[in-house]
């Protein structure tokens, strides 16, 4: 068999990765108090040898942390938290961009510190619950529309945010931009019915996109700066548009213009989500000229494949890496992946379902002469 291009090398801005298995950012609720640890640490660094880590969701404002147990990344304790995973990675060659993640409505006052409030472009109320550790499930609130103060402060906090992560060791950061948090909630008409320059066309939908992903490319590097995306997604309460081409036609266009180094783009319908157009991966892949991370239930085949044809550049892999700790080299020798997986301890506060999947042990043959 020839080799497969997915475990080569390659470049992403200045960074070498060692192979194009990306290990996709996933909520799992450890970090208590909203500060990295040890455990995270440990989780990761058993990860390392994917080309790219890219952790999960991590607020860049304590008004961002709408779910229970979420890191941030904006206090001087989460930036010594964070340094412990990006060292445990680093000590293995690995890379690591961390995932800055505004829940906007996405959230519920009690997973909020003192002081903070759920925001939103505007009051547009989702459906759905939350889960809170103090009351179970509860029901989305109403969000508070955010003021032009509110729209710059949350610009500042990402870019604060993001030269935090490059203190704390992070190779980059990538802007979470899908799935319905706050950057989504700017881009669609359903979530989004402001009356100023940053609602009504599609323009000014995506005004706070572009506005935070040049700002923060100017402040880290290009080369630093990715951005996650979801067309046609549904998390969070997102509902289709007519306009939704147009929308990432445009949004591609200006993100290939600032020049970040990856658009990473997601296909949940492998998890029962509506299918995502492959014209609109083609779509944006013609328009943006840098690297580009495809999402959405890959095996090794089918990630070759794409990358192959050209659709992507790196692919994600992300419930067997839960399991699989060393899911590159099982792939890579064609090791059989662990079925194991706890699903009811995705988002416990234990390591149990988190630390403690074993790697693979080849049956050994004892020769006796």
């Not at 000590?91 to 890379?95: I, L, R, Y």
């Not at 706070?208 to 590097?221: K, N, P, R, T, Y």
């Given at each position: 068999m020839n080799k497969m291009k997915l475990f080569d090398s390659y470049k992403l801005g200045s960074l070498e990765l060692k192979n194009r298995i990306v290990m996709s950012p996933m909520t799992r609720s450890r970090a208590i108090g909203n500060i990295p640890n040890e455990l995270m640490a440990?989780?990761?660094?058993?990860?390392?040898?994917?080309?790219?880590?890219?952790?999960?969701?991590?607020?860049?404002?304590p008004n961002g942390l709408g779910y229970a147990r979420i890191p941030g990344m904006f206090s001087k304790e989460q930036v010594e938290g964070w340094k412990k995973t990006t060292s445990a990675v680093h000590?293995?060659?690995?890379?690591i961009f961390v995932q800055l993640m505004h829940t906007g409505r996405i959230s519920?006052?009690?997973?909020?510190?003192?002081?903070?409030?759920?925001?939103?472009?505007?009051?547009?109320?989702?459906?759905?619950?939350?889960?809170?550790?103090?009351?179970?499930?509860?029901?989305?609130?109403?969000?508070?529309?955010?003021?032009?103060?509110?729209?710059?402060?949350a610009k500042q906090e990402y870019v604060t945010a993001a030269k935090n992560a490059i203190e704390a060791g992070f190779d980059g950061v990538e802007l979470h931009g899908a799935n319905g948090y706050l950057l989504e909630q700017f881009l669609s008409p359903?979530?989004?019915?402001?009356?100023?320059?940053?609602?009504?066309?599609?323009?000014?939908?995506?005004?706070?996109?572009?506005?935070?992903?040049?700002?923060?490319?100017?402040?880290?590097?290009?080369g630093k700066t990715g951005i996650r995306l979801s067309p046609y997604g549904v998390n969070g309460d997102m509902q289709p548009y007519p306009e939704i081409n147009d929308t990432y036609k445009y949004l591609s266009q200006q993100l290939n213009k600032i020049g970040i180094a990856y658009i990473h783009i997601i296909d949940h319908s492998s998890m029962g989500a509506p299918k995502v157009p492959i014209e609109i991966k083609k779509l944006i892949r013609s328009n943006f000229k840098n690297t580009i991370i495809l999402s959405g239930g890959y095996d090794k085949e089918r990630a070759e494949q794409d990358i192959e044809s050209g659709l992507g550049d790196l692919i994600t892999f992300g419930r067997p890496f839960i399991n699989n700790p060393?899911?590159?080299?099982?792939?890579?020798?064609?090791?059989?992946?662990?079925?194991?997986?706890?699903?009811?301890?995705f988002y416990s506060a234990e390591a149990k379902g988190y630390t403690d999947y074993p790697v693979y042990k080849a049956q050994s043959i004892v020769s006796i002469n």
């Open positions: 440990e989780y990761y660094g058993q990860r390392a040898d994917a080309g790219l880590i890219i952790t999960e969701g991590t607020s860049p404002s000590k293995k060659g690995g890379k519920h006052p009690l997973n909020l510190p003192k002081g903070a409030q759920i925001i939103a472009p505007s009051a547009v109320k989702p459906s759905g619950q939350m889960w809170t550790d103090a009351q179970k499930l509860q029901d989305f609130p109403l969000p508070i529309e955010m003021t032009d103060l509110d729209i710059l402060n359903t979530s989004n019915i402001r009356k100023d320059n940053y609602g009504g066309s599609i323009e000014n939908r995506c005004k706070f996109v572009l506005e935070v992903a040049g700002a923060v490319a100017e402040a880290i590097g290009k060393d899911l590159v080299e099982r792939m890579k020798n064609n090791w059989a992946l662990s079925k194991d997986l706890h699903q009811d301890l």
